[in-house]
């Protein structure tokens, strides 16, 4: 089995920055994918951001030139670095993880942004 946690959520003035961190432990032996996605209320689900096992991100249009993802295999972490925070940002943030094609979720970390 596998656990995640999240933190680095929070409430933020627009303009603000906030860094998201997702550890994982238990059974892993390899962990491919990793991203971020978020929900606010009333909304679906959505990918933010996504880096492959080889360093290759992919993120929404939305947040693109504002919101950085990165890795680090050594501590089998995901980080999600926002910047230029705005309103519509505000939402549940969530890590999700591939390893060996099973996706494993975190619980969620709110964002709120707001003056």
């Known amino acids: 089995q596998v656990q995640l946690v999240e933190s680095g959520g929070g409430l933020v003035q627009p303009g603000g920055s906030l860094t998201l961190s997702c550890a994982a432990s238990?059974?892993?032996?390899?962990?491919?994918?990793m991203g971020w996605y978020r929900q606010a209320p009333g909304k679906q689900r959505e990918l933010v951001a996504s880096?492959?096992?080889?360093?290759?991100?992919n993120y929404a249009d939305s947040v693109r030139g504002r919101f950085t993802i990165s890795r680090d295999n050594a501590k089998n972490t995901v980080y999600l670095q926002m910047n230029s925070l705005k309103p519509e940002d505000t939402a549940v943030y969530y890590c999700?993880?591939?390893?060996?094609?099973?996706?494993?979720w975190g619980q969620g970390t709110q964002v709120t942004v707001s003056s």
């Open positions: 238990g059974s892993i032996f390899s962990i491919n994918r």
């Open positions: 880096i492959s096992s080889g360093g290759s991100t």
């Open positions: 999700n993880i591939g390893v060996l094609g099973v996706f494993y």
